[in-house]
């Protein structure tokens, strides 16, 4: 367990702030593992300082196809890194051990494993099934260059195989069962390998990569959106708000982009500037319609929080996946979400809000569950409630190392305690 810290809103009813926010973790983990599938040929600029994206890099650079011995690889808490070298480990020479935290080994990992054995990895479970830690000896031996996987549960075990399977020696042909989630982010993979030199073609709902090679090519990754996501929040909570945040781009690879749309009848505007995005306050309109996030999973949290907040009684649909992250986020939003009034209950998949006993205590303690968006997600609300004790603050370093710096900016007041 880390340091908690009290968060309190310090600064002039009027935000006013420019924030440069660190590359997107999702475009720089899967430049990361393009750039190793391509032996250097693919470079990577504006790297992403995201605690998952250090390990991966880190990792990246010591493995050794060429050791003997089997080789241990702890993702610690980084499910991204735990996705995407399972597959890219089974298409590498070697004998190795991929492990990670208690929280990583509760997590599924037997639709990405079992794929990976129909295509001739040879792969185990050397705890429980269908879960981490993984034993893998590499390369894959192909026996298939067709394979069925559910699309419902994680886009990252597709962008996984799709990214390794320009190097399979017959390519690969992923056939995609049940409705596909977060498709922005199984397009993006296929984008950035097209950046790279790689084709693909998308029929229905199979997608298919040849046996071919990369070319050189230098992958620019974009801040992140995502954590964009948190100052679209504060623009929406606050009285006045007007803030820059430069290099992000009108059209985008992620997902995530989507908070501009979103964010519309929360009375945030968004305004395209000479080197950046600048979010303004303006009028709040009635949302009639259910929100649907299943393409944009890591938004809920902080739509759900800034919805509670403002006190609107909306439905959200497409969180599913909410319950196999860093940890059970619709039970942790559940918990929170109870100690300003507000529940959210399920009914048929449909996920709803009544703010109707709303309130902003003086002071109020917020778990973070080891999860970086938990925190992030609730410390907006320190516009409302005088003191927040955030547990384990410093959790955030797993995507937006520089989140309590970026408040600070803004006129809140981070003390560790």
Not at 16 to 40: Q, V
């Amino acid at each position: 367990m880390g340091k908690n810290a009290l968060v309190s809103f310090k600064g002039s009813r009027q935000i006013d702030t420019e924030i440069t926010l660190t590359g997107s973790k999702s475009e720089c983990n899967r430049a990361l593992i393009i750039s190793a599938l391509s032996k250097g040929l693919v470079k990577v600029d504006n790297m992403s300082n995201a605690a998952d994206t250090v390990t991966l890099h880190h990792i990246l650079n010591h493995i050794s196809s060429n050791d003997p011995h089997q080789q241990v690889v702890d993702v610690g808490p980084a499910g991204t890194a735990m996705r995407f070298l399972t597959a890219y480990l089974s298409a590498l020479p070697g004998d190795f051990l991929l492990t990670g935290t208690e929280r990583m080994k509760q997590r599924p990992i037997g639709i990405l494993a079992e794929a990976l054995k129909t295509l001739g990895a040879e792969l185990s479970y050397a705890e429980a099934e269908g879960f981490p830690p993984l034993l893998i000896k590499g390369p894959l031996h192909q026996k298939t260059t067709d394979v069925h996987i559910k699309g419902d549960v994680s886009s990252q075990y597709i962008s996984a195989l799709l990214m390794i399977a320009a190097t399979l020696n017959q390519g690969l042909t992923l056939h995609i069962t049940d409705e596909l989630t977060s498709v922005p982010y199984v397009k993006m993979t296929l984008d950035m390998l097209l950046e790279a030199g790689i084709e693909h073609t998308w029929t229905g709902n199979s997608i298919a990569i040849k046996a071919q090679n990369f070319k050189p090519a230098t992958l620019v990754v974009e801040p992140d959106w995502s954590a964009a996501s948190y100052w679209y929040s504060i623009a929406a909570l606050a009285e006045v708000a007007n803030i820059s945040l430069p290099y992000l781009k009108e059209k985008s690879l992620q997902g995530d982009s989507r908070i501009r749309e979103i964010m519309i009848p929360f009375g945030v505007r968004t305004s395209q500037t000479p080197n950046g995005i600048a979010l303004k306050t303006g009028t709040s309109t009635t949302i009639d319609e259910v929100l649907n996030l299943k393409d944009c999973p890591d938004l809920a949290q902080t739509i759900i929080v800034c919805a509670a907040a403002k006190g609107l009684n909306l439905s959200f649909t497409g969180l599913e996946t909410l319950k196999i992250k860093e940890t059970d986020r619709v039970k942790a939003l559940q918990n929170e979400l109870a100690k300003i009034g507000v529940t959210l209950t399920e009914q048929n998949l449909v996920y709803t809000l009544n703010c109707d006993d709303l309130c902003f205590p003086e002071k109020v303690s917020f778990r973070t569950y080891e999860d970086h968006r938990m925190a992030m997600a609730f410390a907006p609300l320190s516009l409302f409630i005088k003191e927040i004790e955030m547990e384990d603050y410093q959790v955030v370093d797993k995507s937006y190392p520089d989140y309590w710096k970026d408040l600070e900016k803004a006129g809140f007041e981070i003390r560790e305690i």
